[in-house]
């Protein structure tokens, strides 16, 4: 059996985190592959079976409520209780962070999309976006195509990377793929569109109130890469949006740096084919219209701020085990 009771607490955890993140770069390399599409397909099946239209909207929220205990909790359940058979702590440990962090793809998805866009073959490029947003991508223009996907990168990247990885240092694997369960049950009853408005409204509470640290955290390393670049003005600008439950800092923030205007109104599908217009609150409103080199100015600044993180992470577990021998 390997032995990792010389390390300590967060180190341990660090390297099962950096043996996630590679095995997972290098099986997505090769093949892309959704380890949670049955359980995306559950979702689908359950919603249909219990959120009726002819339902009061209390009926809706509380049915939305009830849902997510009766799936979350058994799997909660099943899960503490395998892991006591098991014998290899770190392989149990590994596979289920493997489990809730979510794609590694994203980069070369936006780069193809951003190369669709460039040969104006925007067809293509609102094919290969729709799987990964909730909005229609028929109506996007270029420019359209071109927001949408620097926000999915950094949405996605925070919600399904960097806050699962927070959760798994805070509270353990068990809570991390919980996590990423209920942001699957998120993603699939949103209640931006008309028929989960409210049977959805409970578990994007859930998933704001539990990704609000870690993204202030990323939004505070996207603030200090700023220094020297209008700093004190992105803070001013960025500062009332720190204590929402919702991740508009971020992509204030990010629209501030790469100097593009990001947010603005959406396009949602509903029942029976009809598009519904939603308005969201628009980022740096001043500035121009994303275009395909920002996307990948885009993927570079999230890129650059999880490697970042990482390195941060890295110094402090070496410093934990200089400071554990020295004792």
């Known amino acids: 059996m390997t032995d990792f009771t010389a390390l300590s607490s967060f180190s341990y955890q660090l390297l099962i985190l950096l043996t996630v993140i590679l095995s997972k770069t290098i099986v997505s390399h090769f093949i892309r592959h959704e380890p949670l599409r049955f359980f995306q397909f559950y ?15 209390r009926q809706q929220t509380i049915s939305g409520v009830v849902s997510i205990v009766i799936t979350l909790a058994p799997i909660a359940i099943i899960l503490w ?54 909005r229609e991508t028929n109506p996007l223009s270029s420019l ?3 927001k949408a996907a620097i926000e999915m990168k950094l949405l996605r990247t925070l919600q ?6 927070i959760i798994f240092f805070i509270a353990g694997p068990l809570a991390a793929i919980l996590f990423r369960l209920l942001l699957e049950i998120h993603y699939c009853w949103n209640s931006k569109l008309e028929k989960f408005s409210h049977f959805g409204l409970y578990s994007k509470s859930i998933v704001n109130i539990l990704q609000w640290l870690p993204v202030r955290i990323f ?17 001013r600008l960025s500062k009332k949006h720190f204590f929402q439950l919702n991740n508009n800092i971020a992509l204030l ?31 740096n409103d001043l500035a121009r219209q994303p275009q395909a080199t920002d996307i990948i100015h885009a993927n570079n600044k999230v890129n650059y701020l999880v490697w970042f993180s990482l ?3 890295l110094l402090i577990a070496v410093s934990i085990e200089l400071v554990i021998a020295n004792i």
Request: hydrophobic share 55%; glycine share 6%.
């Open 43 to 57: 979702c689908q099946k359950l919603s249909d079976k219990v959120n009726k239209p002819q339902n009061s909207p």
């Open 81 to 134: 209780l395998f892991e006591a058979f098991i014998e290899v702590d770190f392989l149990w440990q590994a596979f289920l962070l493997y489990l809730a962090m979510g794609a590694f793809g994203l980069s070369k998805i936006n780069k193809a999309i951003a190369q669709a866009i460039v040969a104006k073959q925007n067809h293509l490029a609102k094919q290969t976006l729709k799987p990964w947003v909730l």
């Open 144 to 146: 359209g195509l071109s």
């Open 160 to 165: 399904q990377g960097y806050t699962v990885a």
């Open 219 to 235: 939004s505070l390393l996207l603030l200090f890469s700023c220094v020297g670049k209008n700093f004190l003005l992105f803070w």
């Open 253 to 283: 923030l990010l629209a501030l740096s790469l100097e593009v205007k990001l947010g603005g109104v959406a396009m949602y599908a509903n029942a029976g084919g009809v598009n519904t217009k939603l308005s969201k609150i628009s980022f």
């Open 311 to 313: 390195l941060i992470l």
